[in-house]
C-alpha cells in the first residue's frame, strides 16, 4: 500500500485513544523481555505522525535499562498502547494490536532478535531499515 492512512487506536478499556497516520505498513515483533511479555507489535512512526486523543491523565511512565525508552501504560487498564522507544527516541512506537481490526491486516510483520538488541539495532535504524524476511 502506497498511500498514506489515519488509523485509531485505543487501550483496552478505550480511556487512553489516539491516532497516527500511517505511511509504511511494516510492523516489528519483538523478543525482548518486554515486548515478548506484553506481545507488543511496533508500528514506528515519527512524532508529527501521532496525535493522543485523550488519556494523557491516565498514562504512566515505566523506564528500565538506559532509561532511553518511555514506555507509557493506562492505569485503569494496564494496556500499553504506544511509548517512546529506544530505538527511535524521536518517534513513537505503537501497538500494531491496539490499532482498529480494519487495518491491522495491511502490514507485514518481521521478526526483530531484541534479545540481542545491541547486535541488531541497526537493522532497524535509519535508511538501513530492512524488513524483509530475515
Known amino acids: 500500500m502506497n498511500q498514506p492512512i489515519l488509523a485509531d487506536g485505543h487501550c483496552h478499556c478505550q480511556a ?3 491516532r497516527v ?18 506481545g507488543f507489535q511496533h508500528v514506528i512512526v515519527p512524532q508529527t505522525d ?13 523506564r528500565f535499562n538506559t532509561h532511553v525508552a518511555e514506555h507509557l501504560f493506562c492505569i485503569v487498564c494496564g494496556i500499553k498502547a ?10 513513537v512506537s505503537v501497538n500494531l494490536r491496539c490499532l482498529s481490526r480494519s487495518v491491522r491486516g495491511l502490514f507485514r510483520i518481521r521478526k526483530f532478535d531484541g534479545l540481542n538488541w545491541e547486535s541488531n539495532v541497526a537493522s532497524i535504524q535509519g535508511p538501513a531499515c530492512s524488513f524483509e524476511s530475515p
Open 16 to 18: 487512553v485513544r489516539f
Open 21 to 38: 497516520t500511517v505511511r509504511d505498513f511494516r510492523a516489528l515483533d519483538c523478543n525482548c523481555s518486554i515486548c515478548q511479555m506484553l
Open 50 to 62: 501521532f496525535q493522543l486523543l485523550s488519556g494523557r491523565d491516565k498514562l504512566r511512565s515505566y
Open 82 to 91: 504506544f511509548y517512546t522507544p529506544r530505538s527511535h527516541p524521536d518517534g
